[in-house]
């Protein structure tokens, strides 16, 4: 297996070696690549549990920036009691614990900032407003950020990330609409490596978002992002919108020019379809 750094993002080369793939995780091999100050410098691993945001929620005394990891979940979960589909070690399945010192609003924005973190880290991605990463037409990651209460009564923050590496193939009802980096290139890759960079990645976007707030990746967000001008339907709380989304704003939130006007849509439990399609 080869992977090449290239501008900090991974390129998507080399050779297929399909025996690297099955493993545990290495968390040594983690901590190898990793250059970040408090981010995923406590890592907690699993081989399987059910849920890694729920496992931190459970551990919520665990210092800021602590890493869940498991290879396996038995009950992955995505937003609004959708299930994600986490495949025996053929993905990245793991959750950060952040006690960020912020405005209760700013905390559905973490989704936004660990979405242009994979970004930045696996090339070719792109983003859907607000959780999902891409490639094409087909859905490579799903973000889930979650807020609970530690043990002494302080709000927590977890970030679940779940990215599709290794897997060959996916069952028929996600087929269509979910991809992998191995689907897409042929190439088997090195979880480890992946997760390190998104985590060092992760650290300085994060850090800079709490200081100076979304504007700080806005720009960087808005060029990685599929959902813009487009014609998209926006459903939540039992409404549509049909619209073109037109922005993202300084607020993270999505800018939908309807027939009543412009309005804009938090980036909370919402769905956005194309009107063509899934993007
Ligand atoms: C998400 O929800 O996309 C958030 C997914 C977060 C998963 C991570 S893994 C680590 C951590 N622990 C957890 O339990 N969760 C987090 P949502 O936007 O609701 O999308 C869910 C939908 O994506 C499902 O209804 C399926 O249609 C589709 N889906 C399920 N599994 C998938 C997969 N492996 N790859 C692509 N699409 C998938």
Redesign the pocket.
Known sequence: MIVVFVEKGIIMTGKTIRSSAGKNIDVKEIYSVLRTKFISQNIKYYREID????EAKRNAVECDGTLFIADV?T??????G??????AYD?I???LLLKPETKPENIPLITLVAGVAVCRVIKGAKIKWP??IVIGSR?LC???TEKTKSADGSDVVIC???I?VNTEA?SDE?SD??TSLYIETGNIFKREKIISEIMNEFESLYTAFLENGFGTIREYYCKECVTLNKEVKVIYNNTEIIGNAVDVDEEGRLVVDTSNGKMTVNSGEVSVRGMYGYI
Do not use: C
């Open positions: 849920s890694t945001n729920e979940q009950n992955g979960r995505g937003r609004l959708r299930t994600w589909d986490s495949a993905g399945w793991m959750s959780n999902d859905k799903g973000i889930l679940g990330i779940g599709n996916f996600l609409k979910a």
